[in-house]
C-alpha cells in the first residue's frame, strides 16, 4: 500500500506505537501521534512526528484530532488498556476512533488486536481465554464495528507486540 497522507497512530507511545512511528518517519511518512495527557512523550518528540493530545476515551477529543487532520489520513490503532480497565479502552475506545475515522473519511484503518479476537477465538488456548477472556471480547467488539463501517481495513492479530533491540 503506498502511503499518499499523513498517518494518525492512536496509542503511539505503546512500544509497538513507537516503533510505527519510527518506521514511518524513516519512510519520510508523515506522522501524527495521538497520546493522552499523562503519556511520556520522551520517544516520540526527536522523531518529529505531530503530536496530538485526546483520550480515545473521550469521544468529542477524538473527533477534534480527525477535525484538524482532515479526510484521506490512514489510521493505526494500537489502543490497549489491559484487563483492570474501566471503561474497557480496548472496545470503547477503539470504537470512539473508527467512529472519528468514519466520520473523518479516512483513507485505511488498521486495528491491532490480539491472536484470540473475533473468529480467531479457538486459536487461544484455554487458559488464555480464562486469562484474557474479558480483554478479547473487549477487542472483538472493536472488530466487529470496524467490520461494519464502511472503511477500508485491515485487522492484524499479533501474538504479542515487543519492543525489538538493535544490534
Do not use: Y
Request: proline share 5%; net charge positive; aromatic share 2%.
Amino acid at each position: 500500500m503506498v502511503i499518499q497522507g499523513s498517518v494518525i497512530v492512536f496509542g503511539a507511545t505503546s512500544a509497538g506505537g513507537v516503533e510505527l512511528c519510527r518506521h514511518l518517519r524513516e519512510a519520510g511518512v508523515p506522522v501524527v501521534a495521538v497520546t493522552r495527557p499523562t503519556s511520556d512523550l520522551s520517544q516520540l518528540a526527536p522523531m518529529g512526528v505531530e503530536i496530538r493530545t485526546a483520550d480515545a476515551l473521550n469521544r468529542p477529543q477524538v473527533e477534534s484530532v480527525f477535525a484538524e487532520s482532515g479526510p484521506g489520513a490512514v489510521v493505526v490503532s494500537l489502543l490497549g488498556g489491559g484487563l483492570f480497565a474501566r471503561p474497557p479502552v480496548d472496545s470503547v475506545g477503539n470504537i470512539n476512533v473508527i467512529e472519528g475515522a468514519i466520520a473523518a473519511r479516512a483513507s485505511r484503518f488498521v486495528l491491532i488486536t490480539s491472536i484470540g479476537c473475533g473468529e480467531s477465538k479457538k486459536t487461544a488456548s484455554r487458559m488464555t481465554r480464562i486469562i484474557l477472556g474479558r480483554l478479547m471480547r473487549a477487542k472483538s467488539k472493536a472488530e466487529k464495528r470496524l467490520r461494519e463501517s464502511k472503511l477500508s481495513w485491515t485487522i492484524i492479530r499479533p501474538g504479542t507486540l515487543t519492543k525489538t533491540k538493535k544490534p
